[in-house]
């Protein structure tokens, strides 16, 4: 296991980090606007104690002056809008004020909102946060990032725990049009798995399905089952059904394509991959099986058509930073 003293030690959540914490978080703002975010003393101890309402994606609604969170019965915080000036042609600044409720300007009515159900495994994103970066930290001897040394070609690019859970939450869990076919996924494969955390989250989400993490760094391998021990031993979250090997997706030993209803990865995979040999190994496959690219348009490329490579893209309604293809037949 990682050696950790008390991993859900909140960050100092003073003004100066919390714009920080925020990029972490799923209030992104929509394209064209920019917001910046204010944070009292006391609304900074609420969230400290309960880091929980940082995941409502209805932490900031524009239509709303002021919004108040509900947590396990009582009132969490208020989010007020300050201030929106145009900046420039299309771009808007949004300032936003953090109160909790006894801090509320007087003549304000906050509209309520219940957090009790929305999250089923609340804690997650922030337990995967602070597991990745202590564990980059020791991987690296304090240096930023990771660099294999058996594979230097390699690129570790470390997920972004938050935009992984807040997608899968969506698609699995609001209405779109993935939701009935990530519910009769059975097995998973994260391609490019690095530390585990995409395929921890999926556990969380993906109920039913068996989940495995190919990884060609065997250094990577073996944190990632650290990682996995510490979540499972420390924080109790049930991880039964996540397994990792080292192998190279190139030249597939110890898992096979077919097997698969979701293919998962963060690509490019290395300096030195080309999109064609990638697509080539995707293209094993059987039809109907989804594949997600993370944060990219590598290999499976975003305009253009993917149709005579024999992939359809998916769309789920809703701008999301993941995307989703299924396995076609090629078109003639």
Known sequence: ??????????????????????????????????????????????????PEILLHHQLYDRDKRIVQYNWRGRPAAVFLTEERSP???????????????????????????????DYPARLLPFDLCRTKFLTERLLS?????????????ALYLGTN??????????????????????????????????LGLVSFTLAQFLTD???????????????????????????????????????????????????????????PLSREMDDRQL??????LRPGALVCQLFSASPLPLEGGTEHLGFRRLRAGKRLPYNFFERISPAV
């Open 1 to 50: 296991m990682i050696p950790l003293r008390e991993l859900r030690v909140s960050c100092d959540f003073n003004q100066r980090q919390y714009s920080k914490l925020r990029r972490m978080t799923d209030a992104i703002p929509l394209p064209g606007n920019y917001k910046e975010y204010f944070l009292t003393t006391a609304a900074a101890r609420v969230i400290e104690r309960w």
């Open 87 to 117: 900046r420039e042609a299309g771009f808007y600044k949004v300032t936003v004020k953090i109160y909790v409720p006894s801090e509320t300007p007087s003549g304000e009515k906050p509209v309520i909102v219940d957090l009790q159900t």
């Open 141 to 153: 001897n304090q240096r930023l990032g990771y660099q294999s040394d058996r594979h230097e070609e």
């Open 161 to 194: 725990p938050f935009a992984t859970y807040h997608t899968f939450h969506f698609l699995t869990r609001l209405d779109n049009t993935l939701r009935d076919r990530l519910a009769g996924v059975k097995n998973v494969l994260e391609i490019g798995s690095g």
């Open 209 to 267: 399905a068996r989940i495995h993490g190919v990884e060609i760094d065997q250094v990577l391998v073996n944190w990632s089952g650290k990682v996995k021990g510490t979540l499972q031993e420390v924080l109790g979250y049930d991880l039964s059904r996540v397994s990792f090997f080292e192998d190279d997706v190139l030249d597939l030993k110890k898992v096979r394509l077919q097997d698969y209803d979701l293919v998962i990865g963060w690509f």
């Open 279 to 284: 697509i080539s190994v995707l293209q094993e």
